[in-house]
């Protein structure tokens, strides 16, 4: 069957992918930026890729005609304030599209949605939901609540607060009751009710089989990684403290964890499970969930993270508006250095950032981070979902990968900081050098005033890091 794949570049498509490929689909995937899609190498033989914009209902002409089924796996809550009235717009825009192809069934994969008072977020997932549900074609919507998985938002922020704060001072949100999921059971659930007639123009809640507090997510986490950790919940906290408090100890951008704050003070408990003997799938418990995504972690195996979304900067834009890096109005800042050895030096530029760090001045580049927390920015939480792979768009700490080759020997990253103007900070090994460049665009005269302000310490950082990094030794 022909199946079309939206959100292959997101937290869901990328995991769901590998799987409809394995049971023998054709998928058509499809991405809004082709630069951001790094499939693996045994995928790219097997599905073709086509470039749209659900908010452009022309680009979705290049829909094929002949789709047997599809999957909408699409959603924002941080790229824009008016993400309610977007989000709608796509939803029509898409089943409009549809209606020109033979399609036969559509998934929606949407968030629990059973109380009378909801969510910004989860009112927008329901009127996506009734719209999709309008097309002449059987339709399955799948509402999850809190999706566990290594990479995952829930999973992120959980571990954050169990792994940085031994004492938690909390709002009283905490005490609000959901359904945890793992996101294998996820995927399992996506899969299975694919052409199955029993689930056509039906809604779904999927949930595994334990109901959960927040708090007592956050100690069985705990728990799970052998740690002590007291909560102390406190009913004074507002929405906005609550933002606050989710944004500066853990890695979510402050957009994203308003919506979160929002979301968390409604119960999302499943009706019923009728749909797990319906598909013959038995959930995984919480802790289960969290021990295999510990083993993932582990071993290096994380497919997807929800960091590498563009909702974890709060910006959107293409990678394609920023590959070609400017010159002109640019500060520049670059410094060459022969290679001690070639391999050892790739190998150091292809684990920079996350744990590893940035080999020089450490310290710096956390107080760097921590005053773009402040700021309102990224700040270094985010990290990378690798520990030896880059791929283009993902997040490394507070940059965004524009460019990654290690065959040529050239990275280029883009800043999500808060800045007043645009900063790029590129790797390139040529014979046996390395050119490490930092360009900076300026915007108006604070832009400058910024430059020539850190123009110091780039002076101890930039050198201190090429030295690390085009040296013999592995550190």
């Not at 559509?106 to 097309?135: A, F, M, P, Q, W």
């Not at 992120?156 to 294998?184: A, H, N």
């Not at 289960?288 to 709060?314: M, P």
Request: proline share 3%; net charge positive.
């Amino acid at each position: 069957m022909k199946i079309l794949l939206t959100g292959a570049t997101g937290y869901i498509g990328k995991r769901l992918l590998p799987v409809l490929v394995e049971a023998g689909h054709e998928v058509v995937c499809c991405v809004r930026d082709v630069k951001r899609f790094n499939p693996p190498e045994s995928l790219k033989q097997k599905i073709t890729v086509i470039e749209m914009d659900l908010l452009n209902a022309a680009s979705l002409e290049r829909i094929p005609r002949d789709i047997d089924g599809a999957y909408y796996l699409v959603h924002s809550m941080a790229s824009s304030n008016d993400y309610k009235s977007l989000e709608k717009i796509s939803a029509i825009n898409f089943r409009n599209a549809l209606a020109k192809t033979d399609i036969k069934h559509l998934i929606y994969l949407s968030g629990i949605v059973n109380e009378t008072e909801l969510s910004k977020h989860l009112s927008s997932r329901k009127d996506v939901e009734i719209e999709l549900g309008k097309g002449a074609y059987s339709f399955t919507t799948l509402r999850a609540g809190i999706i566990i998985g290594s990479g995952s938002a829930s999973f992120e922020i959980i571990r954050d607060l169990v792994e940085k704060l031994p004492v938690m001072v909390t709002p009283k949100w905490l005490k609000t009751k959901c359904q945890p999921i793992g996101v294998s059971d996820v995927i399992a659930f996506l899969s299975k009710s694919l052409f199955n007639s029993k689930t056509y123009n039906e809604n779904f809640d999927i949930g595994g089989p334990d109901v959960l507090s927040y708090k007592e997510m956050i100690l069985g986490f705990a728990k799970s990684r052998n740690l002590k950790r007291k909560i102390f919940v406190v009913p004074i906290m507002t929405p906005r403290l609550s933002s606050y408090w989710l944004y500066f100890v853990t890695s979510t951008s402050y957009k994203l964890a308003v919506s979160l704050v929002n979301s968390m003070k409604i119960e999302v408990i499943c009706r019923d499970n009728r749909i797990n003997s319906i598909l013959g799938i038995e959930p995984l418990s919480y802790m289960q969930s969290l021990e295999r995504a510990f083993n993932r972690i582990e071993n290096n195996a994380i497919l997807s993270s929800w960091k590498d979304s563009y909702a974890s900067s709060g910006i959107d834009f293409d990678i394609s508006e920023f590959i070609e890096v400017p010159t002109f109005g640019c500060f520049v800042d670059q410094r060459t250095a022969k290679i001690d050895a070639m391999d050892v030096c790739r190998d150091k530029i292809w684990r920079i950032g996350g744990d590893t760090g940035w080999y020089y001045a450490s310290w710096l580049w956390r107080i760097r981070g921590l005053l773009d927390k402040i700021a309102g920015g990224v700040g270094l939480r985010r990290g990378r979902t690798s520990h030896t792979q880059i791929n283009a768009g993902d997040t490394l700490d507070f940059w965004r990968v524009l460019y990654a080759n290690k065959e040529k020997g050239r990275l280029l990253l883009f800043a999500e900081m808060k800045l007043p103007g645009e900063a790029w900070l590129e790797f390139k090994i040529e014979k046996d050098q390395l050119i490490q460049t930092a360009t900076f665009r300026p915007l108006g005269l604070l832009g400058r005033l910024y430059w020539y302000s850190v123009l110091p310490f780039h002076g101890i950082i930039f050198s201190g890091m090429l030295k690390k990094l085009t040296k013999r030794n592995k550190t």
